[in-house]
């Protein structure tokens, strides 16, 4: 990844992630390495912590569901998300949170 743990191509962004599942509450908990960790309530079974982090970031990020795919780990805690047609400003606002 062009900064470790994301990338942009134009307009779609590619992003690392490292999952926990069945945590307490949905949650950024930061970089880790070169993903970023997110909690997730949601269990690891029949893609229920996958939908659950496609709701979550389309929260955070205030986009659509259908703008995300899951490229890689698919049944695994690290994953790589494709974003498109992603706002400039609204990344860079995560990214403050993210990165304080």
Same mark, same amino acid.
């Given at each position: 990844?062009?900064? *470790?743990?994301? #990338?942009? &191509?134009?307009?779609?962004?590619?992003?690392? !992630?490292?999952?926990? %599942?069945? +945590? /307490?509450?949905?949650?950024?908990? *930061? !970089?880790?390495?070169? +993903?970023?960790?997110? $909690?997730?309530?949601? %269990? %690891?079974?029949?893609? /229920? $912590?996958?939908? $659950?982090?496609?709701?979550? !970031? $389309?929260? #955070?990020?205030?986009? &659509?569901? =259908? #703008?995300?795919?899951?490229?890689? *780990?698919?049944?695994? +805690?690290?994953?790589?998300? /494709?974003?498109?047609?992603?706002?400039?400003?609204?990344? =860079?606002?995560?990214?403050?949170?993210?990165?304080?």
């Amino acid at each position: 990844m062009q900064n *470790g743990w994301y #990338q942009w &191509q134009e307009t779609t962004l590619f992003i690392a !992630l490292k999952i926990t %599942p069945k +945590s /307490k509450k949905d949650a950024v908990l *930061g !970089l880790y390495g070169t +993903s970023l960790k997110i $909690a997730l309530q949601a %269990p %690891p079974e029949k893609g /229920k $912590a996958n939908q $659950a982090l496609i709701s979550f !970031l $389309a929260q #955070q990020l205030y986009i &659509q569901k =259908h #703008q995300m795919t899951l490229l890689k *780990g698919d049944t695994a +805690s690290k994953k790589i998300i /494709k974003i498109e047609r992603l706002d400039f400003t609204r990344w =860079h606002a995560f990214l403050e949170t993210v990165t304080g």
